[in-house]
């Protein structure tokens, strides 16, 4: 007998601790998860942490091994969205529980914003959504927040081989945060950022309604196109404008040592580049190579081309307005619109257009660190020589300058919340990749990267220090998750990022999301300060 009830209690003690532990938060999130009654149920796309494929699943998209270490903060599960009812019922179940929300598309956040966060968290994957509907009558497209530039790349080119999207050289990346981040490629000076050419929108706000650019208003709709779509709302799908190419472009490389003079041809690109026909974009690509004396190193400065036109037409241009580039008719390749894709993503020669719809089951194993600088002012040539002598310390950095104006010159910039228009010369991505595990190597290089962009400071621009939001960086200022009050911490990297934009942003996040229930680290906080 007393065996017994000595059992019924242990009993009742274990069946109160389960019943507490229910009652979490986090246990009750879940459980709101797996009750909804969604069309296709949500729990065929949920992944606990107890799911067999759980790391599998996160890892599948996060393209930086900083962020993959078991010392990282896991999510409590990750959604795989198939439909809109999963993306709705994700929100709502979240939002009634105080757990935030990570969206994540792609994947490449520099700091891995869209997956990790140190408070209880759900990742809303948008992957499985990746249509691509392109209708060439209208020289139009919607395009799904989870497919990769390369599938929207293809798609457009299955219908059509003189039509394209302004959009990123890297194919992996997702159209749901690549675009509202604002999305650049070497298609910019003719035709401006991937925000200008987008026409309509679909995107599920804080109370779980669905809305277009009609429904959502014209605020909304301005934020989400450079703002960062995190701040806003999750994006299901954007309708896009195509543009029309040539049937062939004209790409070539030409690459200068130091040994060679590419002093003096980089500093001329900084006064050329950004002024050149609009159908002419001109990278100056910077890395660490083998010199040709002894065993040291050298930096090589790659010029790569992208030219809406023939061969016959670029050269006379070239020689004309840059003619200590040296181009010959050898370096210059005539190709359709889709294949340049591929060439400027360096894939190996002959690799098949069909790569473009292959996504890497597991991203490439690199650590890596980027920030970013606007110029406005040529850098003297003799600065870059002393930014070379660090930069060869570096051993594996990629520097790639970027030039503007064309038609980035000519859009407002208070057109999209996307500031950097006229008055740039150019924009310096800073790409810093490793491969050494642990966190001596990590806390090595982050290292070095913040003293390299200490030494450019004299040479990017000033008050404020402009940012690319695509160039994701916290080290230009972030807020705790967890904080309440942020607004001063949010003005250090909204200004540096949005500049004079900044405040509309905050306007449009106080109307549509008073609450703050999308936040992170980077966010638009709204102005009552939650
Ligand atoms: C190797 C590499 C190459 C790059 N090349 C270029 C380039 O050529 N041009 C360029 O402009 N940028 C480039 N970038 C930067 C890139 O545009 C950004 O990292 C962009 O945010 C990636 O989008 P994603 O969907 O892949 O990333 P994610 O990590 O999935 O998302 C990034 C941000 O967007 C948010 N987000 C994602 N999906 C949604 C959604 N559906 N709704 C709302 N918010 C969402 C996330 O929460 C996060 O804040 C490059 C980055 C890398 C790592
Ligand atoms: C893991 O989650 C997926 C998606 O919800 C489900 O189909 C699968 O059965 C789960 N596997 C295990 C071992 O729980
Ligand atoms: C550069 O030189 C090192 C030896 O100093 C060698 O191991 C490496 O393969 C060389 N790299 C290239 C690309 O030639
Ligand atoms: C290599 O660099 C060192 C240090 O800068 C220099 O002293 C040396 O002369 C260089 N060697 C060659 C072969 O250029
Ligand atoms: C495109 O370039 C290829 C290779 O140079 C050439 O064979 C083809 O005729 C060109 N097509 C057009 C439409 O110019
Ligand atoms: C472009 O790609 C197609 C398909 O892979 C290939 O057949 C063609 O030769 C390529 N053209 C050029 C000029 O590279
Ligand atoms: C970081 O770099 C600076 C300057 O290069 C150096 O003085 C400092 O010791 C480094 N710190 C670490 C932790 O490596
Ligand atoms: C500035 C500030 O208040 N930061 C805090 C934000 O919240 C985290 C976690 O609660 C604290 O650790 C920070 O100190």
């Known amino acids: 007998m007393e065996t017994f009830s000595f059992l019924l209690s242990i009993i009742t003690i274990m069946l109160s601790i389960l019943q507490a532990a229910s009652d979490s938060p986090n246990e009750k999130f879940l459980n709101c998860l797996y009750q909804s009654k969604t069309p296709n149920p949500i729990s065929n796309v949920v992944y606990t942490q107890r799911n067999q494929s759980f790391l599998s699943i996160l890892n599948m998209h996060i393209q930086n091994k900083r962020f993959k270490a078991a010392t990282i903060a896991k999510p409590l599960a990750i959604v795989t969205a198939q439909t809109e009812s999963h993306v709705q019922t994700t929100i709502l179940c979240a939002k009634t529980h105080g757990i935030q929300i990570r969206i994540r598309s792609g994947g490449h956040d520099g700091e891995g914003l869209s997956y990790v966060s140190d408070v209880p968290y759900v990742v809303l994957d948008l992957f499985p959504q990746h249509s691509v509907d392109v209708d060439i009558s209208s020289a139009t497209a919607w395009v799904q927040a989870g497919a990769t530039l390369g599938e929207l790349y293809y798609h457009i080119y299955e219908k059509s081989k003189v039509h394209a999207f302004p959009a990123g050289v890297c194919t992996s990346l997702g159209t749901g945060g690549h675009f509202s981040g604002g999305g650049y490629g070497n298609l910019l000076r003719k035709y401006g950022l991937s925000v200008d050419n987008i026409i309509d929108a679909k995107i599920v706000d804080a109370n779980g309604k669905i809305l277009d650019r009609k429904s959502m208003g014209e605020d909304l709709f301005w934020a989400i196109r450079g703002g960062g779509g995190a701040s806003f709302g999750v994006i299901l799908s954007w309708k896009i404008k195509l543009v029309p190419v040539p049937a062939n472009v004209t790409v070539f490389t030409v690459n200068k040592i130091i040994e060679d003079g590419a002093a003096d041809v980089l500093y001329k690109w900084q006064e050329v580049a950004p002024n050149l026909d609009e159908d002419l974009f001109i990278r100056a690509q910077h890395s660490v190579v083998n010199g040709t004396k002894g065993g040291n190193k050298t930096v090589q400065v790659a010029f790569i081309g992208e030219f809406l036109g023939s061969i016959n037409r670029l050269l006379p241009l070239v020689s004309k307005s840059f003619p200590e580039l040296g181009l010959k008719k050898s370096d210059c390749i005539e190709m359709p619109w889709i294949n340049s894709t591929l060439y400027w993503y360096d894939v190996p020669k002959g690799t098949p257009l069909e790569s473009l719809l292959t996504i890497p089951k597991e991203p490439s194993p690199i650590y890596f660190k980027i920030k970013s600088d606007y110029v406005k002012k040529p850098i003297p040539k003799k600065a870059l020589y002393a930014i070379w002598d660090k ?33 740039n010369l150019f924009k310096i991505q800073y790409f810093l990749l490793w491969i050494e595990d642990g966190d001596k190597a990590n806390n090595q290089y982050l290292n070095f990267s913040r003293s390299f962009y200490n030494l450019m400071t004299p040479y990017a621009s000033k008050s404020p220090r402009e ?29 540096k990022i949005f500049k004079h934009n900044f405040d509309r942003l905050v306007q449009v996040k106080t109307r549509v999301d008073p609450l703050n229930f999308f936040r992170y680290e980077q966010s638009i906080p709204p102005k009552s300060g939650y």
């Open 467 to 495: 940012a690319f939001l695509n160039y994701r960086d916290i080290d230009i200022g972030a807020n705790h998750p967890s904080n309440i009050t942020c607004m001063d911490k949010a003005t250090i990297y909204g200004s």
């Open 391 to 423: 930069f060869i310390e570096s051993k594996t950095m990629i520097m790639q300058w970027n030039p503007y104006g064309g038609k980035m010159a000519q859009i407002p910039s208070s057109a999209t919340p996307f500031p950097h228009r006229a008055g």
